[in-house]
């Protein structure tokens, strides 16, 4: 899923500061999910939004909404925004993109939108997935070097690994893992394979769009 | 003699560093360099060195070339893409420079400029590939190049990186990708890094081991705490603590270490750091 962090209020407040009426709409799916767009998450901030009103000295007036996705227009559609003149966004990125594009409104993003991850416990999620557009997982033993190596390697651990952590101090060392995974799955030969420079191409793509014929490749 | 000759020959190499300085004073490194003159087969140039932001290599490389000394030119894949690349190495080919090491580069966010975009479009392994590549007549992308260049491209390994199976699959990846010689991360047990020797002599290409001259026990513990894939062992540590004249200590250090291992491996990449008047006595007490 898309995993996203909500933004510091201050940073919140400096954006909306300016409009009477704003309306907050969480996003049920992955915002959700990620603990920061469902609707405690609306309601919550909402609360943190009156009480910043009081000590900044502002009158904005806030209201809460829940779409079950702001990435889809058929949810948008049905969202009721009369008498608002902005709307706070708690989707991710794209969500804010679509809330924008139909409400003719200004619409502003309470979250960051971090990666797309996978959940690692209460609360806790890790990158997977960079949406590179040429996935490499098959032969990395499902670990993405792309996403889980700071510096995107494709052939094997820097210079950096210090006892199986990254020069970042942050995570392990991806090729470490995939290391010792390929070698509990008894792939360890697929290691000695030269991956090619990426295709970055792909990286570009913005549209995908299965009803326009494409090429067949 | 070249360091292209010098390995050739098969006589042992003695290679040393200097960092290019941040701004566009080269005084100082060209002094440096000075230090080292007659004693060393080339110099490395390093480029971004911990990623901070200093003078480009080629440039030093160049200033080193015009003094007459050979230089090897350090490049990272860290701040170009490839096209960058490429034309930076077709460049220096063009003044003279062939002698290339082949580096991923230290992260960004290590250096003075964290905001900055990492680019990583290659690392190593694929560069090592591209610059074969040029020497074949073709670039990255398959269209033949007007003048071909003769790099004679190095890589780094880590001997003493934990975990070491995949470091040295690495290393045989980089052996296979066109690295025709190994200069190493600092080592300091002779035991360990002539185990690593067993291991890195079934590949044929030379290796350097690297020297890092320590001058005080403070600094071999610093090292240890902060440089991944480097481990002062505890003895060498205790020899300094206990030395009432820890430079001539860490020379003794350098030299035993280059004295243990020199029929088990190439050459010496020694990096002094700051430390550069102590190499001609090391070279002296290793009989270099």
């Not at chain 2, 070339?65 to 096209?83: H, I, K, M, P, Y």
Request: charged content about 20%; aromatic content about 4%; proline content about 5%.
């Amino acid at each position: 899923m898309i995993v996203v962090r909500q933004k510091p209020i201050a940073e919140i407040c400096d954006m909306i500061g300016r409009h009477s009426r704003v309306l907050l709409v969480g996003c049920n799916t992955c915002a959700a999910v990620s603990l920061a767009g469902g609707e405690t998450e609306v309601d919550t901030l909402l609360q943190f939004l009156k009480l910043a009103n009081k000590r900044r000295a502002t009158y904005t007036e806030f209201g809460p909404a829940v779409l079950q996705r702001q990435c889809e227009p058929e949810y948008i559609e049905g969202l009721e925004h009369e008498g608002y003149d902005a709307i706070l966004s708690l989707g991710c990125g794209a969500g804010v993109a679509l809330l924008s594009e139909m409400i003719g409104k200004p619409v502003y993003p309470a979250l960051d939108t971090l990666f797309i991850g996978a959940a690692k416990g209460l609360a806790h999620w890790s990158a997977e997935c960079s949406a590179c557009g040429k996935c490499v997982l098959g032969e990395t033993a499902g670990i993405c070097p792309v996403t889980r190596c700071a510096k995107g390697i494709l052939n094997g651990p820097c210079g950096g690994v210090s006892d199986g952590t990254c020069e970042l101090g942050d995570r392990p060392c991806a090729w470490v893992e995939i290391y010792e995974r390929l070698e509990a799955l008894g792939r360890v030969e697929q290691f000695k394979q030269i991956s090619s420079p990426p295709d970055n191409s792909t990286r570009i793509i913005c549209e995908w769009d299965m009803t326009k014929p494409g090429d067949e490749s | 003699m070249s360091l292209r000759e010098a390995l050739e020959s098969g006589r042992f190499v003695v290679t040393s560093e200097v960092g290019p300085p941040k701004g566009i004073d080269v005084s100082e490194m060209m002094e440096t360099a000075e230090l080292l003159r007659g004693r060393v087969d080339a110099l490395n140039v390093t480029d971004n060195q911990a990623a901070i932001m200093r003078l480009c290599t080629l440039a030093a490389c160049l200033h080193l070339e015009n003094a007459g000394f050979d230089s090897v030119l350090q490049v990272t894949c860290r701040d170009r893409n490839r096209l960058a690349l490429q034309s930076d190495l077709l460049g220096a080919a063009s003044l003279g420079i062939t002698n290339v090491l082949a580096l991923t580069g230290d992260h960004v966010t290590l250096g003075d400029h964290r905001e900055a975009k990492p680019v990583f479009d290659l690392e190593s392994v694929q560069l090592l590939e591209v610059i074969e590549s040029l020497n074949g007549g073709v670039d990255a992308a398959g269209k033949e190049l007007h003048g071909t260049p003769d790099f004679l491209a190095g890589a780094v390994v880590t001997p003493d990186a934990n975990p070491l199976p995949p470091q040295l699959a690495k290393f045989a990846k980089k052996v296979k990708a066109g690295a025709r010689f190994f200069q190493t991360q600092a080592v300091y047990d002779a035991t360990s890094f002539k185990r690593f020797m067993e291991q890195a002599r079934q590949f044929g290409v030379p290796v350097m081991a690297g020297v890092v001259v320590l001058r005080s026990a403070g600094m071999a513990k610093f090292m240890n705490r902060n440089i991944p894939g480097i481990v002062v062992p505890d003895a060498v540590i205790s020899e300094l603590e206990h030395s009432s004249d820890a430079q001539a200590t860490g020379i003794k250090i350098a030299s035993r270490f280059i004295d243990e291992v020199r029929d088990h491996c190439d050459g010496v990449h020694i990096m002094a750091v700051g430390a550069e008047r102590l190499v001609p006595s090391i070279l002296d007490a290793a009989g270099l």
